[in-house]
């Protein structure tokens, strides 16, 4: 069975510019949530949703945003990219909210 | 708020020998569970044990063993027979288990294995 797929592994973009990442869940997990890992950190939750509902959102700016699609994949949407927004983005997805996460491989974000 | 805290930044551990790695949390939810994660330089969060707050027994999967101290509030990760391929970071983290509420994760613990 497939893991959780992530795209693209590696992106470089300029400050100002957006950038849309994507995420399939295992199959038949309906949980899918995003991660923040910059350097020498532990992941920061971005947003959860279950169901194609947002359950949940982090401390992170107007300029994230994200959805969830009737497959249960979703999309991380990031607008006006800062130097800061230079991190290991990653996707997550359980079968509920509450039960174990897997993760992907991330995606790789620069911004220069 | 729940917190996680893993003081030790990084560890060397020799081949075959067991390694401790620590974990403090706070939360005051009765309700919770406790994981463990490897991170290699690849990148991929690898699940490696749970813990729930009202599970009687300490976790064990394979080489990976979890001992959990309830009142201490602890939830350090025993790797027992370190392999060359356990050279890895190692992040603890938990999740109040009331309602869809995310993981919280310590700042993770470099662990080397030297032959």
């Known amino acids: 069975d497939a893991g959780v797929t992530q795209s693209p592994t590696h992106l470089i973009k300029t400050r100002g510019q957006h950038v849309t990442l994507r995420c399939s869940p295992i199959?038949?997990?309906?949980?899918v949530s995003w991660y923040q890992q910059v350097l020498g950190q532990g992941p920061q939750f971005i947003f959860q949703?279950?169901?194609?509902?947002?359950?949940g959102r982090g401390n992170f700016p107007d300029r994230f945003s994200a959805r969830q699609f009737p497959n249960y994949s979703s999309e991380l949407n990031v607008n006006a990219l800062l130097l800061g927004d230079s991190a290991l983005y990653l996707c997550?997805?359980?079968?509920?909210?509450?039960?174990?996460?897997?993760f992907g491989q991330g995606t790789r974000l620069t911004v220069v | 708020a729940q917190k996680i805290t893993q003081t030790q930044p990084g560890m060397f551990v020799q081949e075959k020998e067991a390694v401790t790695l620590d974990c403090t949390y706070d939360?005051?939810?009765?309700?919770?569970?406790l994981f463990w994660y490897k991170q290699p330089s690849s990148g991929e969060m690898i699940f490696l044990i749970y813990?729930?707050?009202?599970?009687?027994q300490n976790a064990t999967e394979g080489r990976y063993s979890l001992n959990f101290q309830k009142a201490r509030k602890s939830a350090n990760l025993v790797i027992s027979a370190s392999q060359l391929g356990d050279s890895a970071m190692y992040f603890c983290a938990m999740r109040v288990l009331s309602g869809n509420t995310p993981l919280v994760f310590g700042k993770g613990t470099r662990l080397s294995v030297i032959a």
């Open positions: 199959s038949g997990h309906k949980s």
């Open positions: 939360t005051s939810d009765p309700s919770y569970g």
């Open positions: 949703y279950y169901e194609k509902e947002e359950r």
């Open positions: 997550a997805s359980s079968l509920t909210g509450e039960a174990e996460a897997f």
């Open positions: 813990q729930g707050s009202y599970d009687q």
